[in-house]
T-cell receptor
Framework: DTAVSQTPKYLVTQMGNDKSIKCEQN?????MYWYKQDSKKFLKIMFS???????INETVPNRFSPKSPDKAHLNLHINSLELGDSAVYFC????????????FGEGSRLTVL | AQRVTQPEKLLSVFKGAPVELKCNYSYSGSPELFWYVQYSRQRLQLLLRHISRESIKGFTADLNKGETSFHLKKPFAQEEDSAMYYC???????????FGKGTTLSVSS
């Protein structure tokens, strides 16, 4: 059983398009995250939701919009894609927002042409 | 401001040699520190946390508040230790886990 799963794993698209990445966790966790890993493998927090409520929103362009329909899902929608959005996006979850023990998905590699 | 610094981008050692992956942090309060590992084609996973004071896969890490360091050590490296290692810090409530830039460990025979 996969604990944190993301779809799609790979996404290749043109500049200006809109795309979504979906994330689901079956661990019963309350908190979910999106991290971006750039070409230099640097991991940076983008968003965090706790019990479907946005609790962390780092300096991210408003073209990025997270949505949490329920505690087990956190989706990421990106409008008007730019070349600089090319990265690996990781979803993660944790039992509560105070812990640093995160469970990660396999990542979704987005390539913008 | 919270910050995690991993000064080495790449560390190459021979099998059986000791390993030390450096991590320094900047945080005014009492931090929680972690090491995460990403093996080739696998997801990022927790390796160890400072509050557990445990040894996982032969790795240990001690929090040194005076030097603001949390270096990861292993006395005898194995080829299967080759991976990307991230040091991470959890600061005050309401902030996310922040990561250093990672160190690639390459162990060759």
């Amino acid at each position: 059983d996969t604990a944190v799963s993301q779809t799609p794993k790979y996404l290749v698209t043109q500049m200006g398009n809109d795309k979504s990445i979906k994330c689901e966790q079956n661990l019963g966790h309350d908190t979910m995250y999106w991290y971006k890993q750039d070409s230099k493998k640097f991991l940076k927090i983008m968003f965090s939701y706790n019990n479907k409520e946005l609790i962390i929103n780092e300096t991210v362009p408003n073209r990025f919009s997270p949505k949490s329909p329920d505690k087990a899902h956190l989706n990421l929608h990106i409008n008007s894609l730019e070349l600089g959005d090319s990265a690996v996006y990781f979803c993660a979850s944790s039992q509560g927002w105070l812990t640093g023990e995160l469970f990660f998905g396999e990542g979704s590699r987005l390539t913008v042409l | 401001a919270q910050r995690v610094t991993q000064p080495e981008k790449l560390l190459s050692v021979f099998k059986g040699a000791p390993v030390e992956l450096k991590c320094n942090y900047s945080y005014s309060g009492s931090p929680e520190l972690f090491w995460y590992v990403q093996y080739s084609r696998q997801r990022l996973q927790l390796l160890l946390r400072h509050i557990s004071r445990e040894s996982i896969k032969g790795f240990t890490a001690d929090l040194n508040k005076g030097e603001t360091s949390f270096h990861l050590k292993k006395p005898f490296a194995q080829e299967e230790d080759s991976a990307m290692y991230y040091c991470a810090l959890k600061g005050q409530a309401g902030t996310a886990l922040i990561f250093g830039k990672g160190t690639t460990l390459s162990v060759s025979s």
